[in-house]
């Protein structure tokens, strides 16, 4: 069996290559290599995947590449590649995600329309898409309402799935993700900044009061929610993929201060446009349909990330992407 993962050098797109590759799959990765974070630590997150002979790296833009050639004979194509960030995604920049999040999204969409014999299109879609909530968890059928223009360029890539899969047949699953943690954790996300923090006594810019809440997921759990999507054949439509574990800031804080013993020196600052107050997934139809059952709970989680970074703390202190 073949798949292609789009993204691959990314956070989330390496382990689920990792995850592929366990199990017996020929992977093709494809993956453009933004200068959205630094490319040293992209390179890195390859290096487990470089040396298997089942594994073939395209360096190429979804954009411009060649598609037919990596989707040849393909099964599954998981649809990582994406600009993220909330925080960036104003301003000028937003064509940086009008191109990468929806042109790119269609052009992909474009080359598999005709394709024979693929089991399943799974697009990494994003809880940004659902916006500001009331509740304390939503569940699929709640309104969208993005509240910032990323989560709009991931919904309208949604919905061009969507609109594929309905005209032309393409098998889509859309999951949610919900904020993905763990070791490789890009280094603008607030765990890796934490982290890193808290290890070289830097300051942490914090936004807001720190009260805000996220339902955090670790990644060993997310691209376990990808492969079951991909081949459980009752799976179709969208999926919640959630850790439940719905925690703030702040706990979060004392949860790395625990975990690496020190004091995080906090820089507090404004809360970003763009960042809703709370997420919580209802992951009910993922864990009937998928039995998606996520196995790490918060503090394994972070323990397991804080050894990540301390091994490679040569790499942040290098990076100018971390801040
Ligand atoms: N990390 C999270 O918490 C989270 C939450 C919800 C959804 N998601 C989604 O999951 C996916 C992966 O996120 P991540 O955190 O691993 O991000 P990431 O930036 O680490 O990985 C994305 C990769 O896509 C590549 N890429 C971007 N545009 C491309 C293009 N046009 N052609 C080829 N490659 C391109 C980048 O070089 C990058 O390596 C994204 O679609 C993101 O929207 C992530």
Same mark, same amino acid.
């Given at each position: 069996?073949?798949?292609?993962? %789009?993204?691959?050098?990314? !956070? *989330?797109? +390496? ?48 954009? %411009?590449?060649?598609?037919? +050639? ?7 194509? !998981? ?15 937003? +064509?940086?995600? =009008? ?33 500001? *909530? ?5 569940? &699929? &059928? ?10 709009? /360029?991931?919904?309208?890539? &949604? ?8 005209? !032309?047949? =393409? ?5 949610? $993700?919900? /904020? ?11 765990? /890796?900044? $934490?982290?890193?923090?808290? *290890? ?16 955090? /997921? ?22 919640? *993929? ?29 809360? &970003? ?18 039995? !998606? ?25 290098? +990076? %100018?992407?971390?801040?």
């Amino acid at each position: 069996m073949k798949a292609l993962v %789009t993204g691959c050098a990314g !956070f *989330i797109g +390496s382990h689920l290559c990792e995850r592929l590759l366990s199990a017996g799959l020929n992977v093709v990765g494809i993956d453009s290599l933004t200068d959205y974070y630094d490319l040293e630590i992209k390179k890195s997150n390859l290096d487990n995947l470089t040396g298997s002979q089942k594994f073939a790296f395209v360096q190429d833009d979804i954009m %411009t590449s060649d598609l037919g +050639s990596a989707l040849k004979n393909v099964d599954f194509v !998981f649809h990582l590649a994406a600009q993220p960030g909330v925080r960036g995604s104003w301003g000028d920049k937003f +064509s940086i995600y =009008v191109k990468n999040n929806i042109l790119s999204t269609q052009r992909l969409l474009e080359a598999v329309k005709d394709l024979q014999g693929l089991r399943k299109f799974v697009y990494a879609s994003s809880s940004s898409i659902y916006g500001q *909530i009331s509740e304390e968890s939503v569940n &699929e &059928e709640h309104k969208t309402a993005p509240y910032s223009p990323y989560g709009a /360029t991931k919904l309208a890539g &949604e919905n061009l799935c969507f609109l594929y899969s309905g005209n !032309f047949k =393409v098998p889509v699953v859309s999951l949610r $993700l919900f /904020t993905v943690y763990g070791p490789r954790q890009r280094p603008d996300m607030a765990f /890796t900044r $934490l982290i890193y923090a808290a *290890i070289s006594g830097k300051k942490f810019s914090l936004f807001g009061d720190g009260n805000q809440e996220r339902d955090f /997921t670790y990644v060993l759990d997310v691209v376990e929610g990808m492969w079951l999507a991909a081949t459980n054949p009752d799976s179709a439509g969208i999926f919640n *993929i959630g850790g439940g574990h719905v925690v703030s800031m702040n706990e979060v804080i004392s949860i790395v201060e625990k975990a690496t013993g020190s004091r995080i020196n906090i820089e507090r600052k404004h809360t &970003e446009r763009g960042d809703v107050r709370r997420t919580g997934a209802d992951v009910s139809r993922s864990k009937s349909i998928l039995a !998606f059952s996520p196995r790490y709970d918060i503090e394994e989680g972070i323990l397991r990330q804080v050894r990540f970074v301390q091994e490679h703390m040569d790499m942040y202190h290098n +990076s %100018t992407s971390i801040s």
